[in-house]
Structure formats: C-alpha cells, structure tokens
C-alpha cells in the first residue's frame, strides 16, 4: 500500500469511528431523558403511596383510639 492509502483508510476510519461516537452520544442523551422521565412517575407514585399509607396509619390509629375508649365504657360499666 502506499501513503495516499494508508492516508485515507485513517482517514476513513476517523470518520466512521467519529460517526458511531456521535450516533452512541445521541442515543444516550434519549435514554437518559426516558430515565429522567421515569424517575419522576416514580418520584411521583412514591409519594402517592406515602401518602396512602399516612392517611391508612391515620385512619387505623383513629380506630383503635375509638376502640380504647370503647372497651374502658365497658369496663367502667362491669366495676
């Protein structure tokens, strides 16, 4: 081979590797946006269930304060 060859096959690889650099570089950007896009259902599912499981917590604690005041009447009517 001589020099003008080996001149464009480096070249050609430098532009097809500078190609496929560019072209990996755009499909991460997207899948990182698509994460970033998830990442916020999650953020916002999880605090759907934070909240759910506060207003559960609450709902149950009114029961058995409810409960409580309940079973001490009954004892207070047996003594």
Do not use: P
């Not at 003008?4 to 755009?26: G, M, N, P, R, Y």
């Not at 207003?55 to 058995?64: A, M, P, Q, S, W």
């Amino acid at each position: 081979m001589d020099e003008d060859t080996i001149a464009d096959l480096k070249q050609f690889i430098t532009t097809t590797i500078s190609q496929q650099t560019a072209e990996f570089v755009e499909r991460f950007e997207k899948i990182d946006e698509r994460f970033e896009t998830i990442e916020n259902k999650i953020d916002d599912l999880s605090g759907s269930v934070a909240e759910a499981i506060e207003i559960g917590n609450e709902d149950t604690d009114l029961r058995f304060k409810d409960h409580d005041r309940r079973i001490r009447k009954l004892e207070q009517k047996t003594a």
